[in-house]
């Protein structure tokens, strides 16, 4: 009993440094935890509880973005096995394009229709042997391997720091010397704010050699499923909707790709 009211009173202390003590993981174990919800739905077998995830992603200003760009809003939409959702702006327009199964809609139709019959027209979406199926979504290696990912990093601690008033861990990551040379990343670093209590992603900063930006997770949302209405295009869009085979979306994917390489080789 006479310890009693002296416990008490160191009570929260106790509380506060067992918390800090649970935030400060080691850092390759934040770089999992931020990761694996993320990677889930790519995974053979994903857990039930993450099947699915919705994020609202920002383009912040500074380094390399064009003020054009900056703060532009993307939505991500996932769901395993086989279903995929980006509402984003494009040149001042939304644009959006969803995968359902083996299936495609994109909105506004007035403005990709044109772009299909481009690339039909100018040989890119014929022959070439190309896939003509999605497949499930899956990463490039199976899952046993997805746990060992963070050891494929260098992981430097760079402490604690707040965003809009949530604190974060703040972690660099770098590929290993080795893998670097073999991908061409050699240079690149990604700064990673990850939330301090559940290891959430709150911002990534991307720097290289000669290109650097900031990309804010302003929503994040894992779930076991998303609405059925997510992957159907809504009423007021419904009236200009393209539908596009695999074949025609990896056609378009495909051309606009190279247009982007050979832009890059120009500048």
Do not use: H
């Amino acid at each position: 009993m006479f310890f009693q009211p002296r416990l008490l009173r160191l009570l929260p202390g106790m509380a506060l440094f067992a918390g800090t003590l649970l935030a400060a993981d080691n850092p390759y174990d934040v770089v999992a935890k931020m990761t694996r919800p993320l990677l889930n739905p790519f995974l053979e077998s994903p857990a039930a509880e993450g099947r699915a995830f919705r994020m609202v992603l920002a383009l912040e200003e500074g380094g390399s973005v064009p003020a054009e760009l900056a703060r532009r809003r993307l939505i991500l939409s996932v769901e395993a096995p086989d279903k995929v959702r980006i509402d984003t702006l494009l040149l001042g327009e939304r644009i959006t394009l969803c995968r359902n199964g083996e299936s495609v809609w994109g909105w506004p139709g007035a403005r990709i229709r044109p772009l299909l019959e481009r690339v039909k027209s100018s040989g890119n979406g014929k022959g070439g042997g190309g896939p003509t199926r999605f497949g499930p979504l899956r990463l490039p290696v199976n899952d046993e391997a997805v746990v060992f990912l963070p050891a494929l990093l260098q992981v430097s601690d760079r402490g604690f720091e707040p965003v809009a008033d949530t604190n974060c861990r703040v972690l660099d990551l770098e590929l290993t010397p080795q893998l670097a040379g073999k991908t061409g990343a050699s240079g690149f670093v990604a700064r990673a704010w990850a939330r301090a209590d559940d290891a959430r992603p709150v911002r990534i900063q991307l720097r290289g050699p000669a290109w650097s930006g900031s990309l804010r997770f302003e929503e994040v949302s894992y779930q076991a499923s998303l609405p059925a209405d997510t992957w159907a295009p809504e009423a007021a869009i419904a009236d200009d909707v393209v539908q596009l085979s695999a074949g025609e979306f990896l056609r378009l994917a495909n051309s606009a790709i190279r247009q982007a390489r050979l832009a890059a080789k120009e500048e």
